[in-house]
């Protein structure tokens, strides 16, 4: 069963790096991470039940390998815009590039449950049913999510968020019940908005 998995599972690695890479900002842990959902897939092989959507089955493990991973550092990575800001970089001067550049800037000042729904409905084509049964929400909750990344990412692709500060307030204000799901206790996230 193992060794037709593991042919089985080849086909999908492409999609595995591309939600690794989205998820973990950082090349280096998405490859630890893909190794680990592969790993693991392979060893868990008997609880696999053929027929089943094996992409999904492979990127529910991805996913919570990676909340494994930022919980034991203690906290769910979520970048502010001055963080993306920091990232973002032109590279040949075409317009494509900067919009390009643009998108991914708003799209890292996303909560991490947020950026999780565009590329799991957005990106790789799964329904919001699937979606939602692999992140453990209702489908109402995986709606609610994927329209308010929209809503958000045109917000600031438009502009309409100048101040900084105010839109961390109101990420703030809108994501609380979504820090308490990915966490799974019922707290407030910590307060990382200083008094001004």
């Known amino acids: 069963m193992a060794v037709r998995l593991a042919d089985d599972i080849v086909p999908y690695l492409p999609h595995l790096r591309a939600f690794a890479r989205m998820l973990a900002q950082d090349r280096t842990l998405a ?6 959902t592969v790993v693991r897939a392979l060893s868990h092989a008997h ?3 053929p027929g089943t959507n094996l992409k999904a089955w492979l990127t529910t493990i991805l996913r919570n390998a990676y909340f494994t991973e930022k919980r034991s550092q203690g906290r769910v ?5 001055e963080v993306a800001g920091d990232a973002m970089t032109a590279s040949g001067g075409q317009e494509w590039h900067l919009r390009m550049r ?7 000042t996303l909560p991490a449950v947020q950026r999780e ?3 799991l409905v957005g ?7 699937q979606a939602a049964g692999m992140v453990g ?20 692709l438009d ?21 308490e799901h990915l966490n799974g206790r019922h707290e407030s996230p910590p307060n990382r908005l200083s008094a001004s």
């Open 31 to 36: 490859d630890d991470l893909v190794q680990e």
């Open 159 to 179: 502009g309409a968020s100048t101040n900084p500060v105010r839109a961390l307030k109101w990420h703030r204000a809108m994501h609380i019940r979504d820090w």
């Open 77 to 81: 990575a979520q970048l502010g815009p």
């Open 117 to 119: 729904a565009l590329v």
């Open 123 to 129: 990106a790789s084509g799964f329904s919001y049913e």
């Open 47 to 49: 609880q696999f039940q």
């Open 102 to 108: 643009d998108f991914e800037g708003a799209f890292n």
């Open 137 to 156: 929400c209702a489908i109402g909750t995986m709606k609610s999510r994927v329209s308010r990344a929209r809503l958000q990412l045109q917000h600031l």
